[in-house]
């Protein structure tokens, strides 16, 4: 008879253990990534999205995943074709008013993911390439989103954080779980000291994905030297804004304030 009772209490405290771990997974679950500060969303002004159509599909599977603040950032590379400020602000304004009645709580922003060359300081002091917006996800004035080649070396992109500094930016390197050589010279602690944020890509947080880029994306949240977060979304299929297992991950593995600034950012404006 004590065995009978014993054995009925043990399954109702791993029916209650069951219960509570559903609860928890259903709670993790709620959480969801509330702003993109990388996305090529703007309609037919970089290898992005191809027209208004692509673009407003694009902003319907962001919505879909949570996301209600969207930084549109087109490529700009010095010495190549960019479409200018007026041009983006243009396409903005059209993105903006095409999604307008459907989605009223989302906020589309302008900004550019810079290639880095040293001439590209010239073009922020005159506007003709666009910062990243004061607020959002908590950056601050003179936020700029900058890109290396993915092979790049680890003294040129140290070069560029000093530089960028020294002429009053704040520069968050793009995808910074690309950079091969950061991480061969584990240069990240250097990096922040010099002044750099970190963005991670959500695709880099994927299983299945280049699998050094997931271990390094991994350890950036881990370690808590990411700053913010992306979807670089291009399309609506290959890459597409799909942040499931990247807020899996960090629901997982961050602290509750840690994992609020990351997906939320430290100023909350929806």
Excluded: W
Aim: hydrophobic share 35%.
């Amino acid at each position: 008879m004590a065995f009978l009772k014993t054995g009925f209490l043990q399954r109702l405290s791993n029916s209650k253990k069951e219960q509570e771990k559903e609860a928890g997974d259903s709670h993790e679950s709620a959480f969801c990534m509330r702003y993109d500060i990388h996305s090529h969303i703007l309609p037919g002004v970089d290898d992005g999205a191809k027209d208004l159509h692509m673009a407003v599909d694009m902003v319907r599977q962001a919505y879909g995943e949570g996301i209600r603040q969207i930084v549109a950032t087109p490529h700009y590379t010095p010495g190549k074709q960019n479409s200018s400020v007026k041009t983006l602000q243009e396409r903005l304004t059209m993105l903006q008013a095409a999604v307008a009645d459907e989605f009223s709580d989302l906020k589309i922003y302008l900004g550019n993911e810079i290639f880095y060359s040293p001439s590209v300081i010239d073009g922020l002091d005159a506007g003709e390439i666009m910062m990243m917006p004061e607020g959002v996800a908590g950056m601050m004035d003179h936020t700029v989103l900058i890109e290396f080649a993915p092979g790049e070396a680890y003294s040129l992109i140290y070069d560029a954080v000093k530089r960028l500094t020294l002429y009053g930016y704040i520069p968050i390197l793009a995808h910074v779980e690309r950079y091969r050589e950061i991480e061969a010279q584990n240069g990240y602690q250097e990096l922040k000291e010099a002044g750099a944020q970190f963005q991670i890509n959500a695709a880099g947080l994927k299983n299945g994905y280049q699998a050094q880029f997931t271990k390094t994306a991994r350890k950036l949240i881990r370690d808590g030297r990411a700053d913010y977060l992306g979807t670089d979304a291009h399309n609506t299929d290959n890459r597409k804004a799909d942040t499931k297992e990247m807020t899996e991950y960090i629901c997982k593995v961050c602290s509750a304030q840690y994992r609020d600034r990351l997906l939320c950012g430290p100023i909350q404006t929806f």
